[in-house]
């Protein structure tokens, strides 16, 4: 199943590790708004109570993955912080996030997932984006923002990677317990250092437990 890390974003920003089921009929989950406010929407009208994310970090590490960094390091909550690095000087690099579902749903799952111009070529090519409505997506060129429907804020690309990162996090229990501070994050990279995390002892697994 393709394209699972908006769906799984909400949920971890919701905080809901359990007592949902998705069936879901094609290879792939819709984009839909082009982040995961509709997934938001969903999910929060089920009534189910959150929990605790499984994972702790245990002990401080950075991990490189390619160009990737991953910073860990132990905390009594959630805290995640993203740096993108994009060909617009204008856009903010940071993002951030401490576990609060309503700051989740009003602030990182509005924030739509972007394209650069200088990948348009590709993304022709492999005709991946062949679906895809214009007002879900932000095209950034190095002077200027392209957005449909409602307006650009300049942290959005970061909010989007934010929410791609909690998405990956939550296939493993996460996002974890303690500090996770992702420059120039991506899907692959994030996986592989989650993998290498849990392979190291970086992680601990906890029961979940109800958030009252």
Not at 187 to 195: K, S
Request: net charge negative; glycine share 10%.
């Amino acid at each position: 199943m393709a394209t699972v890390e908006h769906a799984f974003g909400a949920l971890a920003g919701l905080g809901i590790h359990g007592d949902v089921t998705m069936d879901i009929d094609g290879p792939e989950m819709p984009l839909l708004d082009g982040g995961a406010a509709a997934w938001c929407e969903a999910f929060s009208s089920l009534g189910i109570v959150p929990s605790a994310p499984r994972l702790r970090v245990l002990r401080a590490a950075t991990l490189e993955v390619g160009s990737s960094r991953y910073e860990l390091a132990p905390g009594p909550g959630v805290d995640v912080e993203v740096v993108v690095e994009l060909d617009n000087a204008s856009i903010e690099p940071f993002a951030s996030w401490t576990g609060d579902a309503g700051d989740f749903s009003r602030r990182i799952a509005p924030s739509r997932t972007f394209a650069q111009t200088r990948d348009l070529e590709e993304l022709a090519r492999s005709r991946i984006s062949r679906h895809v409505p214009p007002e879900a997506v932000l095209l950034i060129a190095p002077d200027a923002v392209h957005a449909c429907g409602r307006a650009f804020r300049s942290d959005e690309p970061a909010c989007h990677k934010l929410l791609d990162l909690v998405g990956d996090c939550y296939l493993w229990g996460g996002p974890p317990l303690g500090r996770l501070r992702a420059i120039r994050p991506g899907h692959r990279a994030n996986a592989l250092a989650f993998a290498q995390a849990l392979d190291e002892g970086l992680f601990g697994v906890e029961r979940q437990a109800a958030i009252r």
